[in-house]
C-alpha cells in the first residue's frame, strides 16, 4: 500500500494536486486512490462545526 499525504497552507493547491496525483496514479500505474480531506474527517467528528482548534479531535481524525 502506498499512502501519500500532501500539507500546506490554506489555499496552496493541495486538493488540486492530490487530484491531479490520483488521477495520475490511476491511469498510468492502473492503481486504485482516494483523497481523502483531513478537515472533513475532522468535520464529521465535530457535527456542531466548531472552531477546528481541538487537538485531540484532530488526532482522532489523522487515527481514522
Given at each position: 500500500m502506498l499512502v501519500v499525504v500532501i500539507s500546506g497552507?490554506?489555499?496552496s493547491g493541495k486538493s488540486a494536486l492530490s487530484l491531479a496525483v490520483a488521477a495520475q496514479l490511476e491511469?498510468?500505474?492502473e492503481v486504485a486512490?482516494?483523497?481523502?480531506?483531513?478537515?472533513?474527517v475532522y468535520e464529521t467528528l465535530d457535527p456542531r462545526r466548531r472552531t477546528k482548534d481541538n487537538a485531540d479531535r484532530?488526532?482522532?481524525?489523522?487515527r481514522v
Amino acid at each position: 500500500m502506498l499512502v501519500v499525504v500532501i500539507s500546506g497552507p490554506i489555499a496552496s493547491g493541495k486538493s488540486a494536486l492530490s487530484l491531479a496525483v490520483a488521477a495520475q496514479l490511476e491511469e498510468a500505474e492502473e492503481v486504485a486512490t482516494a483523497v481523502i480531506d483531513l478537515d472533513l474527517v475532522y468535520e464529521t467528528l465535530d457535527p456542531r462545526r466548531r472552531t477546528k482548534d481541538n487537538a485531540d479531535r484532530w488526532a482522532e481524525a489523522r487515527r481514522v
